[in-house]
C-alpha cells in the first residue's frame, strides 16, 4: 500500500517547526475546551452518552491513521464535498468504527479557524440530534475532522435531483426529520449556556442515520449567541445565500432568529421539495421563500405547495399546520418569527401524527391546534 507522506515530515527543521504549530494548536484546543468546559453549563440531561454531562470525547488521530482509514483518501471513498473540503468514508482500526473524515482544503483561507470552532463546538455539546465529532487530526498542516459515519447521507440529497428509481421521502419520514432537525436547534438555542447561533442551517448540513434519524452538522461558523441585555452578536456575514435571514444579509446582526429563518427555508424544502434558491426555474420562482410567501396567504393554494413526488399522500390537515409553522418562522420581521422551542412543540405534535395512504386517517384529532403564538423566550 502506497503511503501519502505527512508534509510534517519532509526535513528535520520544517519537522520540529510543524509538529511546534499542531501541539500549539492541539494544545489551544484542550485549553479552550478546558476553560469553556469550566465557564459555561451546556449540562443537560442530554448532554452525556455515559452519564457524564463533561465529558469531552473528541480524540487526536495521526494523519498516517486517516490515511490508512480512507485507503490513502481513495475515489471510491469520497462521500462529497463542501466548501471546508472533501469528505471520505473510512474506517479506523483502533476504534474498530466506520467514520466520516473531513479534509480541510488546504487552500481554503477561513479553514483553520473553522476548524477550530467545529472541534470546540463539537467538543462541548452533545445531542441525539447533533453529529457526533469522534476526534480530528491536526499534523503538521493537514486538519481533518473525524466524525460518526451517517450511513443516509444528508437531507439534500432525499430531497432534490433524484436519481430515478431512488425512493422519495414519505410524509411521515418528511415529518419526522423536521421535528429532531428542530429539537437539534432547540438544544443550541436554549440548552447550550451561552445559547449558540448555528448559523449555516441548511439541507446539506441535516445529516440523516437509520431510520431516518436526523442530525445537524458543521459547526465551523457557530457563534456563542449573545449575553446578558444584548440581543444581537455583530459578525460580517456568513452562510448560504436563500437561507439567510434578511436582516442579517443587511447588516450581519445575527440573532438566534436568524436560525429560525435558516429552518424556515428547510421547512419549506421539505414540504415543497423546492430549493432555497434554484436557478433553472422561471423568475418568479428561483427564491423559494419569494414563491411561497403569496402562497400563504391562500389557503385553497396550499396543495399547490406540497411536493408533487408525493403524490397527494399527505394528510390535507397536517400540511395546512406545517405550511403555517413554515410562514411563521420566514416572516421579514425577525421578532414575529417563534422560538424554537415553540416549533419543536408544533412539529412534534406533527411527527406523531402518522399518516397512513392506505387507509387515509390521520388519526389527527381536529381539537387540538398545534400553532402555538410566537412568544420571546430569549428576550428577542
Ligand atoms: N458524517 C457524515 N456521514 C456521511 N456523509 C457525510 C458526513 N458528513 C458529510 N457527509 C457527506 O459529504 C457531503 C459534503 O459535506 P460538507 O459538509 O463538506 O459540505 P456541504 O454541507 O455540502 O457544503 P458546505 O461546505 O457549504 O457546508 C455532504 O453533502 C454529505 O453527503
Ligand atoms: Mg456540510
Redesign the pocket.
Known amino acids: 500500500m502506497g503511503w501519502i507522506p505527512c508534509s510534517g515530515y519532509s526535513g528535520t527543521k520544517n519537522k520540529v517547526e510543524k509538529m511546534e504549530a499542531q501541539d500549539s494548536l492541539v494544545g489551544q484546543i484542550k485549553a479552550t475546551t478546558g476553560k469553556l468546559k469550566r465557564n459555561s453549563s451546556t449540562k443537560s440531561k442530554d448532554t452525556s452518552k455515559n452519564g457524564n454531562p463533561d465529558h469531552i470525547a473528541a480524540q487526536t488521530f495521526s494523519f498516517r491513521e486517516l490515511a490508512t482509514a480512507t485507503r490513502n483518501f481513495r475515489a471510491e471513498c469520497l462521500?462529497?464535498?463542501?466548501?471546508?473540503?472533501r469528505?471520505y468514508k473510512g474506517r479506523l482500526e483502533s476504534i474498530n468504527q466506520v467514520v466520516?473524515i473531513?479534509q480541510l482544503d488546504r487552500n481554503g483561507l477561513q479553514g483553520n479557524r473553522e476548524f477550530l470552532v467545529e472541534v470546540l463546538m463539537l467538543s462541548l455539546l452533545h445531542h441525539p440530534n447533533l453529529?457526533n465529532l469522534i476526534g480530528y487530526c491536526a499534523d503538521g498542516d493537514q486538519r481533518l475532522l473525524v466524525?460518526?459515519?451517517?450511513p443516509l447521507?444528508?437531507l439534500?440529497?432525499h430531497l432534490h435531483d433524484i436519481p430515478p428509481g431512488k425512493k422519495q421521502l414519505d410524509w411521515n419520514t418528511r415529518m419526522k426529520i423536521a421535528a429532531g432537525a428542530a429539537k437539534g436547534l432547540e438544544y443550541l438555542h436554549d440548552k447550550a449556556n451561552p445559547p449558540v447561533i448555528y448559523r449555516?442551517l441548511k439541507c446539506?448540513?441535516i445529516?440523516l442515520g437509520e431510520g431516518y434519524h436526523p442530525k445537524l452538522?458543521?459547526f465551523g461558523l457557530a457563534k456563542l449567541g449573545p449575553v446578558g441585555e444584548n440581543t444581537h452578536v455583530s459578525t460580517r456575514v456568513m452562510g448560504?445565500y436563500g437561507y439567510c435571514a434578511p436582516e442579517y444579509a443587511m447588516t450581519g446582526q445575527l440573532t438566534l432568529k436568524s436560525d429560525v429563518y435558516s429552518f424556515g427555508v428547510v421547512l419549506l424544502e421539505i414540504i415543497t421539495g423546492r430549493k432555497a434558491i434554484d436557478n433553472s426555474k422561471s423568475a418568479g420562482e428561483q427564491n423559494l421563500v419569494a414563491w411561497a410567501r403569496p402562497l400563504f396567504k391562500d389557503r385553497r393554494k396550499f396543495s399547490q405547495m406540497a411536493d408533487p413526488t408525493l403524490q397527494g399522500q399527505y394528510p390535507p390537515r397536517g400540511l395546512y399546520q406545517v405550511i403555517a409553522v413554515a410562514a411563521m418562522c420566514v416572516q421579514e420581521q425577525a421578532n414575529m418569527r417563534p422560538v424554537i422551542a415553540d416549533v419543536v412543540t408544533a412539529l412534534s405534535y406533527l411527527a406523531s401524527q402518522r399518516y397512513d395512504p392506505n387507509t387515509q386517517h390521520t388519526g389527527q384529532s381536529s381539537r387540538h391546534a398545534p400553532g402555538t403564538p410566537p412568544r420571546n423566550r430569549r428576550g428577542q
Open positions: 462521500l462529497g464535498e463542501g466548501g471546508f473540503g469528505v466520516a473531513k453529529v466524525y460518526e459515519y451517517m447521507g444528508c439534500e440529497d449555516d446539506s448540513n445529516l452538522s458543521d448560504t
